[in-house]
């Protein structure tokens, strides 16, 4: 069975810095790209960033670009996006998702429940 | 960036009634990597279709994907309890992957 664990969301000051993680069991995490996905409150999804099976590619959502950072640790079977120079605005629900394929640009097949990102003063 | 916009935002239907969701894109879809979420409150999005018409793993068949290039429908027919929801479609042809601002199928 399939199991992705978020940790590390909480509340954090504009300008600050977080990183998010996401446990992954059941599969064979190295096969797969991952994905960041995000949901602020009352609102629809936005993909924030993707990274391909071995980790060897990357990608960025426009909003996010330059701020947040997406690798994995293939011993640990870890995903994580670092978050920084945060605003308001990224207040978000952020979702780790497995890819459908070892692309890291890809659907989503399984996903968390999701860790509670805040940002204010 | 691909825009994707769904139609109609809010659809009221009876549980048995049929239901069909539009997704069009502002540029073609590469491949036809067009793919459809259903989400309901308090839980993460769960994957029906991929490739614009293959159902994913455990997907009742009475839900279906169509359309190529910039024009996409979701029809679910025989509408069940448990289908009223709000579905996502998303496109991963092209980076930055982009998702619609989604449809809110409600019980009439």
């Known amino acids: 069975e399939v199991q992705l664990l978020e940790s590390g969301g909480g509340l954090v000051q504009p300008g600050g810095s977080l990183r998010l993680s996401c446990a992954a069991a059941?599969?064979?995490?190295?096969?797969?790209?991952m994905s960041w996905v995000r949901q602020a409150p009352g609102k629809g999804l936005e993909w924030v960033s993707g990274?391909?099976?071995?980790?060897?590619?990357?990608f960025s959502g426009d909003s996010v670009e330059g701020r947040f950072i997406i690798s994995r640790d293939n011993f640990k079977n870890t995903l994580y996006l670092r978050l920084n120079s945060l605003r308001p605005e990224d207040t978000a629900v952020y979702y780790c998702?497995?890819?459908?394929?070892?692309?890291?640009?890809?659907?989503?097949?399984?996903w968390g429940q999701g860790t509670l990102v805040t940002v204010s003063s | 960036e691909i825009v994707l916009t769904q139609s109609p935002g809010t659809l009221s239907l009876s549980p048995g009634e049929r239901a069909t969701l539009s997704c069009r894109a502002s540029?073609?879809?590469?491949?036809?990597?067009l793919a459809w979420y259903q989400q309901k409150p308090g839980q993460a999005p769960r994957l029906l279709i991929y490739?614009?018409?293959s159902r994913a793993t455990g997907i009742a068949d009475r839900i279906s994907g169509s359309g190529s290039g910039t024009d996409f429908t979701l029809t679910i027919n025989r509408l069940e309890p448990e289908d009223f929801a709000v579905y996502y479609c998303?496109?991963?042809?092209?980076?930055?992957?982009?998702f619609g601002g989604g449809t809110k199928v409600e019980i009439k």
């Open positions: 998702a497995k890819g459908a394929s070892f692309s890291g640009a890809n659907c989503n097949d399984y």
């Open positions: 540029q073609s879809v590469s491949s036809n990597y």
């Open positions: 990274i391909s099976g071995n980790g060897g590619s990357t």
């Open positions: 059941g599969f064979t995490f190295s096969d797969y790209g």
């Open positions: 490739g614009a018409s």
């Open positions: 998303q496109q991963y042809g092209r980076s930055p992957l982009t």
